[in-house]
């Protein structure tokens, strides 16, 4: 069965997350991070941040509500049972701290297939409250048997 | 903040996650995808049992780079692909070098090894000096 490649270049609507300092705290220490500008606010503020800085991969959290939609969007008839993460990209702009509220943006970059494979890539655009963009997200799923 | 030099190895970076993590990750990430908490359901889908998570291994991946570069707003761009499956409770060791540097920016080649098998290749980060 081809794939279907009609959703490319769909929008989704935009999610805002609410960046909270004992989230990041929970994640930074999840992922053994040990900078005290993670998890500890006197030293973010001393260091010039407004509270906890969150560590650039704490971009997964803040764009996850907005990146699930696609995936399971019945237009696009992924099959999530047969899906494998096949690589990922993330560009950072300003980093984000605890306070901080992020919009993001999902939209269907490429639908493709090849070698039995159907190849699924989606991206996420992620933007700060003074109109920042934090991150940009380039998620690539690939689905074995299509 | 670090001095980088084209050709030079990043320290190496080793975690051995421990038998809670994918847990702990779960929670921390909001993915709880049973194959990475349900060791049952992940051998009934023909995994060895309990997989990490890979966006955890990229988060290592990053760790490497934010310390070697001096902290987080170091850190512009990483790109991986993910190949094979990390498990828990074997060391991961991430390890890296400079590709490039010039116009402030340096360009580091990435891989996360466990047991001898690249879980993470052709890493490629980009970190502001």
């Given at each position: 069965?081809?794939?279907?490649?009609?959703a490319i270049g769909?929008?989704?609507?935009?999610?805002v997350?609410?960046v909270?300092?004992?989230k990041?705290?929970?994640?930074?220490?999840?992922?053994?991070?040990?900078?005290?500008?993670h998890l500890?606010?006197?030293?973010?503020?001393e260091?010039?941040?407004?509270?906890?800085?969150?560590?650039?991969?704490?971009?997964?959290?803040?764009?996850?509500p907005?990146v699930?939609?696609?995936?399971?969007?019945?237009?696009?008839?992924?099959n999530?049972?047969?899906?494998?993460?096949?690589?990922?990209?993330f560009?950072?702009g300003p980093?984000?701290?605890?306070?901080?509220?992020?919009?993001?943006?999902a939209s269907?970059k490429d639908?493709?297939?090849a070698d039995?494979?159907g190849?699924?890539?989606?991206?996420?655009?992620?933007?700060?409250?003074?109109?920042?963009?934090?991150?940009?997200?380039t998620?690539?799923?690939?689905v074995?048997?299509? | 903040?670090?001095?980088?030099?084209?050709?030079?190895?990043?320290?190496?970076?080793?975690?051995?996650?421990?038998k809670?993590l994918?847990n702990?990750y779960?929670?921390?990430?909001?993915?709880?995808?049973?194959?990475?908490?349900?060791?049952?359901?992940?051998?009934?889908?023909g995994?060895?049992?309990?997989?990490?998570?890979?966006?955890?291994?990229?988060?290592?991946v990053?760790r490497a780079?934010?310390?070697?570069?001096?902290g987080?707003?170091?850190?512009?761009?990483?790109s991986?692909?993910?190949r094979g499956?990390?498990?828990?409770?074997q060391?991961?060791?991430v390890?890296?070098t400079?590709?490039?540097?010039?116009d402030?920016?340096?360009v580091?080649?990435?891989?996360a090894?466990q047991?001898?098998?690249?879980?993470i290749r052709n890493?490629e980060?980009?970190l502001?000096?």
């Amino acid at each position: 069965m081809p794939v279907n490649k009609q959703a490319i270049g769909k929008t989704y609507d935009p999610v805002v997350y609410a960046v909270g300092r004992e989230k990041i705290k929970e994640y930074a220490r999840a992922v053994g991070e040990t900078n005290p500008l993670h998890l500890d606010v006197d030293a973010a503020r001393e260091a010039g941040y407004a509270d906890v800085v969150a560590p650039p991969m704490f971009a997964v959290v803040y764009s996850a509500p907005a990146v699930g939609p696609p995936i399971f969007d019945p237009e696009i008839e992924l099959n999530f049972a047969m899906m494998v993460h096949g690589s990922q990209e993330f560009q950072w702009g300003p980093v984000v701290v605890a306070g901080d509220e992020i919009t993001t943006t999902a939209s269907v970059k490429d639908i493709s297939e090849a070698d039995g494979r159907g190849y699924y890539v989606f991206e996420s655009i992620s933007i700060n409250q003074r109109g920042e963009q934090v991150c940009r997200g380039t998620w690539t799923n690939i689905v074995r048997g299509v | 903040m670090a001095d980088l030099k084209s050709a030079e190895q990043i320290p190496q970076l080793s975690i051995t996650p421990d038998k809670y993590l994918t847990n702990r990750y779960a929670g921390a990430s909001g993915d709880f995808n049973p194959i990475h908490i349900d060791e049952e359901f992940a051998r009934a889908v023909g995994l060895p049992g309990r997989i990490l998570h890979g966006l955890w291994t990229m988060a290592q991946v990053a760790r490497a780079q934010t310390e070697a570069a001096g902290g987080p707003a170091h850190l512009k761009r990483l790109s991986v692909q993910f190949r094979g499956m990390g498990v828990p409770e074997q060391e991961i060791v991430v390890s890296g070098t400079v590709r490039e540097v010039g116009d402030g920016r340096a360009v580091v080649d990435t891989v996360a090894e466990q047991a001898g098998k690249q879980i993470i290749r052709n890493a490629e980060a980009e970190l502001e000096l």
